[in-house]
Nanobody, 120 residues
Framework: QVQLVESGGGLVQPGGSLRLSCVAS????????MGWYRQAPGKERDLVAT???????NFADSVKGRFTISRDNAKNTLYLQMSSLNSEDTAVYYC??????????????WGQGTQVTVSS
């Protein structure tokens, strides 16, 4: 199995910055793509950004130029650096990973989520 644990959420003022982390653990061969998604109250879960294990990235239009996604493959850790935050960024942020297991299965897993609140 693969477990994802997010950290780094919290309350931040508009215009501020925050960095989220997600650590993957378990018995797997490799973590392929990883990503961040977010869900605001009463809304669907939406893509924020993704990154392949080769470093190719993809961002939602709403966060381009403000958010940076990165990963440390040696530590199986995913990061999301968020800047110029505004109230529309308030949501629960979820880490997602696609992993190849030793029995050749591919699994897609989610973390438990971390709350980000942008408010003065």
């Amino acid at each position: 199995q693969v477990q994802l644990v997010e950290s780094g959420g919290g309350l931040v003022q508009p215009g501020g910055s925050l960095r989220l982390s997600c650590v993957a653990s378990g018995s797997f061969v490799v973590i392929n793509s990883m990503g961040w998604y977010r869900q605001a109250p009463g809304k669907e879960r939406d893509l924020v950004a993704t990154i392949t294990n080769a470093g190719a990235t993809n961002f939602a239009d709403s966060v381009k130029g403000r958010f940076t996604i990165s990963r440390d493959n040696a530590k199986n850790t995913l990061y999301l650096q968020m800047s110029s935050l505004n109230s529309e960024d308030t949501a629960v942020y979820y880490c997602n990973a696609n992993a190849r297991m030793y029995d050749y299965r591919f699994v897609n897993v989610w973390g438990q989520g971390t709350q980000v609140t942008v408010s003065s």
